[in-house]
């Protein structure tokens, strides 16, 4: 009888520390500290590849404010030509409901991304957020439309509704030009540009609008930000490119 009790006790011990195991594995902790750090401070991780040598992208849109193939693919292509990710650049979109929350204050953005962000930087991968939102920013005006803010070192938002209506709108613009003008701009701020976290190799920094460029029709001139402007500043549906000043800053923080 001993010896069945014993039997049947070490047993029980097996399955118990089974399922203590598996409790511990689904506990799991995600650090998502280096993904919660000031915009421009990621600069040198997202361009080089000294620290991480491939790049996630999630992009969470409302349904109805899903970015075009077309604006995926430019977005990717731009990121291939501007960085140094050897491991690969990937890109996953998923639709969630509508937070009723538009027009949008930048915390209720934020609180967007703790509600929907999954993707994390974890080994030598960097995860970068980008919500399609259903709506506009709330210090909108008559004379300035927002399209994009990034608020965060590897975080942005893209205003979808100012966006398609900017599209919609205008004669010869097409809606992927717009969103890849807005998603490449955004990201240069990410990489730090224009003297926001990346240090200038000339001094190029607008005047009158810190963190843009002073070249005229550079990819990070202040106008390519705002709705009205941009709509003047494209030519021929063609999307802005980063000048010469631009790209020295990003060569220089091990960029392409």
Do not use: W
Request: glycine fraction near 8%; charged fraction near 20%.
């Amino acid at each position: 009888m001993k010896i069945k009790n014993s039997l049947l006790f070490f047993v029980f011990l097996l399955i118990f520390i089974g399922c203590s195991k598996d409790e511990v594995n689904d506990s799991t902790v995600i650090d998502k500290s280096a993904n919660l750090k000031t915009l421009g401070s990621s600069g040198n991780d997202l361009v080089s590849d000294e620290k991480f040598t491939s790049l996630k992208i999630e992009i969470v849109y409302v349904t109805g404010f899903q970015p075009t193939q077309t604006t995926l693919n430019n977005l990717k292509i731009f990121l291939e030509n501007r960085t140094f990710k050897p491991d690969g650049i990937s890109i996953t979109t998923r639709a969630v409901p509508s937070s009723n929350k538009a027009p949008f204050s930048i915390n209720e953005i934020v609180q967007i991304e703790a509600d929907e962000r999954t993707a994390y930087n974890a080994g030598d991968e960097i995860a970068v957020f980008i919500y399609f939102a259903d709506g506009s920013n709330e210090n909108d005006t008559n004379s300035r439309t927002v399209l994009g803010t990034s608020f965060r070192n590897t975080s942005m938002v893209i205003y979808g509704q100012p966006i398609q209506i900017l599209a919609n709108h205008t004669n010869n613009l097409e809606r992927s030009t717009v969103e890849s003008t807005v998603l490449n701009h955004e990201f240069g701020h990410l990489f730090g540009l224009v003297n926001m976290g990346t240090p200038m190799q000339t001094n190029h920094e607008d005047g009158e609008s810190n963190g843009h460029c002073s070249v005229t029709n550079c990819l990070m001139a202040a106008s390519f930000r705002f709705g009205g402007s941009m709509m003047n500043a494209i030519d021929n549906n063609t999307i802005p490119v980063l000048d010469d000043l631009c790209v020295a800053d990003l060569q220089a923080k091990g960029g392409r």
